[in-house]
């Protein structure tokens, strides 16, 4: 099989973020305070440092977001039933979530104290 040109698999990709946003609740949610980052970042006027450990930890938690509905897709496939083993998987994936997105708000805790205090 011959592979696509590099142009079509950034097309692909960017395609499968914009199915995420149409989709998925918790990737608008998360997306949502992407942007507020993005906003504060530049209303704060952070330093490129803070700015970069922001932008670093809400690309991370969109990035596991992805990963976890990837996840969670191919399970369905698999077993369109309930159970108990994909549960499983699908809870460790959903997991690694929740372990970024608490770091991510420990992060932006840390970042922006010196701002607002």
Known sequence: MQKPPLYKSFLNAFRG????????????IELLAFFINLFLIFYLK???A???LI?????????AEIFNTAIEKI???IQPD??????F???IAA????????????????VYWKYFF
């Open 17 to 28: 973020v914009f199915i995420m946003i149409k989709t998925e609740r918790n990737f608008q």
């Open 55 to 63: 932008i670093m930890a809400s690309v991370a938690v969109l990035s």
């Open 95 to 110: 997991g690694a979530v929740i372990l970024i997105a608490i770091a991510s708000v420990i992060i932006g805790v840390l």
């Open 89 to 91: 998987i699908k809870d």
């Open 50 to 52: 803070d700015a970069a």
């Open 82 to 87: 309930f159970d108990k083993r994909i549960g």
């Open 46 to 48: 952070l330093t490129y």
């Open 75 to 77: 399970c369905d496939i």
